[in-house]
Each structure stands twice: as C-alpha cells, then as structure tokens.
C-alpha cells in the first residue's frame, strides 16, 4: 500500500519507472531534455490510449514539449554531470514501489505506458523526439511548420550554398524553396488566436527580413 503523506505520487512514479525503463533496457547515458520529453509522451499516451491523467506538469518550448520537473519531487533520482557532454545525466534511485502513492488502476496503466514509450523511442535520440512531438502534438499547423523549417535548416551549412533538400519539389532554387515555406507560415498564423496579437508584428517584421535576405536570419525567431 502507498505510505501515508508521501512526497511521491503518479507523475514521479511515472517518472521513476520509466528511467528505471530505460536503464534496463540500456546503461547510456539519459539526458535532462531526453527524459522530460519522455515522461511528457508517457503522459500523453496514458491519456489517449488509457484515458487515465497522472497530473503531470509539463510545457511547450522552441523545441518541443517537457515535463516541469520544478513542479513535481525530484528526489526520485540523482543527477550528476554526465561523462563526454554537457549536461547532466538522470539515474533513479534504488526505491521501493511503496514509496509512490499510486493508485490501483495507475499501478495497472503507467507501467503499461512507460513500457510503450520505452519500447517506441528508448533507442531514439533528443531530435527524433523532438520532431515527434512537433508531428503529433503541435497545437498549430503554423508551429509545425515552423519547426519543419528551422530542423531543415539546421541540417545544412548555408554558408557552402548547398542545395536544400526539397524533397522533389520540381528543381526550385533554394531561394524559391524557402520563400514557398515563407508563403504557408503566413497562411497558417493563427491570426483568429489573441495570444498571437502580441507576436504578430515581430513575425510579420522576421517574415519581411527573411523574404529579403532570401532565408531566416539568426537570432531572430517568430514563434517561442
């Protein structure tokens, strides 16, 4: 039975599981970003394919969706520097299940969902899971698209003029290429949406400099 007034509950044993997971399935190293993007895919599939809510708090960024681990017990693992990157590396600690106050039918359907989410993306790395969740979970078209574009780029030296891979597209220059992808983000601003008031004139001035330039330019994003 859970103890009595545990600091663990569902999103940290949903947490803890799945590093002990992804432990057994391989002793590689797991990143922050890796593990939080993890535990927000478990979390979603529990939802949808078990229709069962853990709780857990998570959040959209520039690249891709996290759990806010600020906001749940992190004393579930430890989180020393990682060996050859930077960054940290996430180990769960050696705890009993009681520990965790869990439900019974959470004690069914999490360790059912972390074993899919091991299974789909344990040998995946950060940018597999990334593209994933911008494919699947995106609130927008707009914001994947964006992400389409920026990963595209990100492939590339432009510096070296290398021809994009525009994936069949008919022999466009990369300048036609980029300026197409230009043309449907701007069809797909969620311009009916109000918090996207605010963003639109920085993106309509990003849209403008990056038509002229004949690419994005750094350091200047439209969507966050």
Not at 4 to 19: K, M, R
Not at 35 to 40: A, M, Q, S, V
Not at 130 to 138: S, T
Not at 155 to 164: A, F, K, N, S, V
């Amino acid at each position: 039975m859970p103890q009595e007034d545990s600091e663990f509950g569902e999103p940290e044993f949903l947490g803890w599981l799945l590093l002990k997971r992804l432990k057994e399935q391989s002793d590689d190293q797991i990143s922050r970003s890796k593990f939080l993007k993890l535990c927000c895919i478990t979390d979603r599939h529990l939802a949808e394919s078990h229709e069962y809510e853990v709780g857990l708090p998570r959040y959209w960024y520039m690249y891709g969706e996290l759990a806010n681990e600020h906001e749940f017990s992190g004393r579930f693992y430890n989180a020393p520097l990682a060996i050859g990157w930077d960054g940290q590396q996430y180990i769960p600690k050696e705890l009993p299940v009681e520990a965790f106050e869990v439900s019974e039918a959470g004690l069914e359907v999490i360790p059912d969902a972390v074993d899919w989410t091991v299974r789909e993306f344990g040998r995946k790395n950060v940018e597999d899971i990334k593209q994933h969740q911008y494919e699947e979970y995106a609130e927008n078209e707009f914001i994947r698209q964006y992400s389409e574009l920026r990963w595209l780029l990100s492939t590339i030296d432009l510096g070296r003029q290398e021809r994009l891979q525009n994936y069949g597209s008919g022999g466009e220059s990369n300048e036609e290429y980029l300026k197409r992808q230009l043309d449907e983000m701007m069809a797909a601003y969620p311009g009916d949406e109000e918090r996207y008031d605010e963003m639109k004139s920085l993106y309509f001035r990003w849209d403008d400099t990056a038509r002229l330039h004949g690419r994005p330019v750094n350091g200047v994003q439209p969507y966050r």
